[in-house]
């Protein structure tokens, strides 16, 4: 990375570009605040490990960038080549011979798996792309040249060029792989799902896709901007000020909108699928929003950290000593007290990990994962009734499944007790 590899102090200007260069995953180096990366930069990380998407390879200690993706990560080494673990249908497996990489981005936001891609931008401004492809994420930016920076959404990917425009490629059912017409003078962009946004030179913010009908709008004015990114509903500004703006929609009532009071001193921003991570100057993070596996609330080993990025229940730092911390259990839960949306996503998790290993079909999990959609849902709306009648239908689809034989009575039964603390929690 540049900044690590030259000590001197840059314009704001100039620490932008190369916060530029390294898209949605990490502005660590959009403040001269920060010092350079230790000479041995450890990979940390803590939230849930149920598809290995933290159980990081023991021999990387030469880490200058990280991405967390859904349910998998990626590192870049300081020798220009990618690594990947976890379970991304693909995106956790970088190309063979893939090298002279500069900057890392990890997509796929999605519940249902559709869309988990990896791109990795070349130093020669070129892209390489691998996953899944099925709207053209991965491949789409194949031909681009003069690339100074990369965003990979849920099935949409972006691309920053060197002359301040956007090119976007992948699914556009949101718009959201078309900039507005006009767009330059950005420095950096970040995507996720099916939003995208973009931070110009002037310190302004542009966002496209599906932000039509947020639920809080970006602040009239908003300015001084010196980086961004994007969770899945919502947009997180980091400010010359050291202070954090969140808008857009908090879809499950986690509160992922309502920065800490009196949070400052931040340098660096990361939001996941619903919760957010700030870094501050001391080396410290501040997390809010979901909590399920702990996700928003650092382990006491993650300190001293230079770079963060987030995922959907995990989440990864570049800091000077090992740190890896499963979080949060459903046990856990029982003893600090967990919301009803905390538990219900916790199941989410459950039913996806019988996926990965093989019990249960896409078309079987889908079927208990969309139900608790509809939960979640209801919850932020405020009907616990009808999320109580809905996880009822959650507990009919598993009994259903033990009878069919597509889970074992304590596979099953597994489910069924984490369906009911749910209910529990609700009040049913």
């Known amino acids: 990375m540049i900044y690590r590899r030259n000590k001197c102090r840059f314009s704001l200007f100039a620490l932008l570009l190369v916060a530029a260069l ?12 920060l010092q350079p990366l230790p000479a041995t930069s450890f990979v940390g990380g803590w939230g849930t490990n149920s598809d290995l998407q933290l159980s990081i390879p023991a021999d990387l200690s030469n880490a200058t960038a990280i991405a967390a993706g859904w349910s998998y990560s990626l590192a870049l080494k300081s020798d220009g080549t990618v690594v990947g673990w976890g379970h991304g249908f693909g995106a956790e497996t970088p190309p063979p011979g893939l090298s002279g990489v500069v900057a890392i981005s990890a997509g796929g936001q999605n519940f249902l798996f559709t869309g988990a891609h990896g791109l990795a931008l070349k130093s020669d401004g070129t892209i390489v792309g691998w996953g899944s492809d099925g709207f053209g994420q991965a491949s789409g930016g194949a031909l681009l040249s003069g690339v100074i920076a990369i965003a990979a959404g849920g099935t949409h990917s972006l691309a920053l060029k060197s002359d301040g425009t956007v090119v976007g490629w992948g699914n556009n059912d949101f718009g959201q792989a078309t900039p507005p017409a006009g767009l ?3 420095i950096a962009i970040a995507a996720r799902l099916d939003r995208s946004v973009a931070l110009k030179s002037d310190g302004t913010v542009v966002e496209w896709g599906n932000v039509e009908n947020d639920q809080v709008d970006m602040p009239a004015g908003l300015n ?7 969770g899945r ?3 997180l500004a980091l400010k ?7 808008w857009g929609t908090d879809l499950f009532g986690s509160g992922v909108l309502n920065v800490p009071a009196g949070l400052s001193g931040v340098v ?3 939001a996941g699928f619903n919760h957010n991570l700030a870094l501050k100057f001391d080396g410290t993070i501040t997390g809010w929003g979901t909590n399920a596996f702990c996700e928003s609330t650092p382990p006491s080993c993650i300190s001293g950290v230079k770079a963060i990025s987030a995922g959907l229940l995990h989440n990864l730092v570049l800091q000077g000593q090992p740190c890896v911390q499963d979080g949060c259990s459903p046990q856990q839960c029982d003893q600090i007290g967990c919301s009803p949306a905390t538990r219900a996503v916790q199941l989410i998790n459950q039913v996806q990990n019988l996926r990965f290993v093989g019990v249960l079909t896409p078309d079987q999990s889908n079927a208990i994962i969309n139900k608790l959609f509809e939960v979640l849902s209801k919850l932020n709306q405020g009907q616990n009734g009808a999320a109580c009648n809905q996880m009822g239908a959650v507990i009919h689809q598993l009994d259903s499944f033990i009878k069919s034989g597509a889970l074992t009575p304590s596979q099953g039964q597994t489910l069924i ?3 009911l603390s749910v209910k529990t929690s609700i009040g049913c």
Request: aromatic share 8%.
């Open 22 to 33: 390294f898209g949605n995953l990490s502005f660590s180096s959009a403040r001269p605040d």
């Open 184 to 186: 330059s003078g950005v």
């Open 224 to 230: 001084g901007v010196m980086a961004i990114d994007a």
């Open 233 to 235: 509903s919502y947009t």
């Open 240 to 246: 010359s000020d050291g202070t954090v703006v969140a």
């Open 268 to 270: 660096a921003i990361a």
């Open 417 to 419: 007790n984490s369906a």
